[in-house]
């Protein structure tokens, strides 16, 4: 038993909120820029590539987010 690992430090609650809520912030401002650039790309000659960066930043904070979180 003397071959186990410590446990790894964790953040403490009030990071982990913050880390969060920051998360959820930059998340939600990426989504939005999705839908709306989507819309402009379809519709104008708004570049393709923006909704595409916004859509991966997007699931990078959600992905963080729920690792934060659990």
């Known amino acids: 038993m003397s071959d ?3 446990r790894r430090s ?3 609650r009030s990071a982990r909120q913050q880390r969060a809520y920051n998360l959820v ?3 939600g ?6 839908v709306v650039g989507l819309v402009l ?3 104008t000659s ?3 590539w923006v ?3 916004a859509l991966i930043i997007a699931v990078a904070c959600a992905a963080m987010f729920r ?3 659990s």
Request: hydrophobic share 60%; proline share 15%; aromatic share 8%.
């Open 29 to 34: 401002a990426a989504s939005v820029v999705f």
């Open 25 to 27: 912030l930059a998340g």
């Open 10 to 12: 964790r953040l403490p």
């Open 51 to 53: 909704p595409v960066v």
């Open 41 to 43: 790309a379809l519709v």
């Open 46 to 48: 708004f570049p393709g």
């Open 67 to 69: 690792r934060t979180v």
């Open 4 to 6: 186990l690992e410590p």
